[in-house]
């Protein structure tokens, strides 16, 4: 995602006209120092190591193709993967990249302008052998590509829950547990 697409925590997502109006609740890494190519395949210690923190997160996915659904991986890859924009929480305590992600447990909460809201929960193990599991897949990936995970760069790892359909007037306020929270508000 590009940096104008992040908004900050407890921000406001201006909804406009979108083909997904919606939210995914997904964990996010840091990366503390590169991960580049390489023959060998990165362990999930190797990876775990080389991070810097573990973040609650909102991605706001978003495309510009109508019938999505329907186009190939080249359509789907030059509109972003449908990724628009992002909600980054705070950096959770240290000690919390330790923690087995899989059993982590999501609480959303999303309310309506009219005061009526609605519950969802979702776990890490939801996501491709956990959050840690997915990143660690993903380094896999993009080695066999060249590519490298730079230090600073912020890789989320897939949705822990449904996907929350958003509308104007919707505040999405999701509980991580030891990780922290995130929110977002939309007009």
Do not use: K
């Not at 909102?58 to 999505?68: A, M, Y």
């Not at 972003?80 to 959303?108: K, N, Y």
Request: charged share 15%; proline share 8%.
């Amino acid at each position: 995602m590009l940096a104008d697409g992040i908004i900050p925590d407890g921000g406001t997502l201006q909804l406009g006209p979108r083909v997904m109006p919606l939210a995914e609740v997904e964990c996010a890494f840091t990366l503390a120092r590169d991960l580049v190519p390489r023959d060998d395949p990165y362990s999930q210690p190797e990876v775990r190591a080389a991070l810097a923190s573990v973040h609650p997160a909102i991605e706001l996915p978003d495309t510009r193709l109508s019938r999505f659904t329907d186009v190939g991986i080249a359509e789907l890859t030059a509109d972003s993967a449908c990724a628009a924009e992002f909600v980054l929480g705070p950096a959770a305590p240290p000690a919390r990249l330790d923690d087995d992600l899989t059993e982590l447990e999501v609480t959303i909460t999303v309310t309506l302008a009219d005061g009526t809201s609605a519950h969802s929960t979702g776990r890490g193990g939801n996501v491709l052998d956990g959050p840690l599991g997915s990143l660690t897949w993903l380094v896999g990936e993009l080695s066999t590509h060249g590519i490298t995970l730079h230090a600073g760069q912020v890789v989320t790892t897939g949705v822990l829950s449904a996907p929350i359909p958003l509308v104007p007037g919707t505040r999405v306020h999701a509980d991580f547990g030891s990780l922290g929270t995130v929110s977002l508000n939309t007009a």
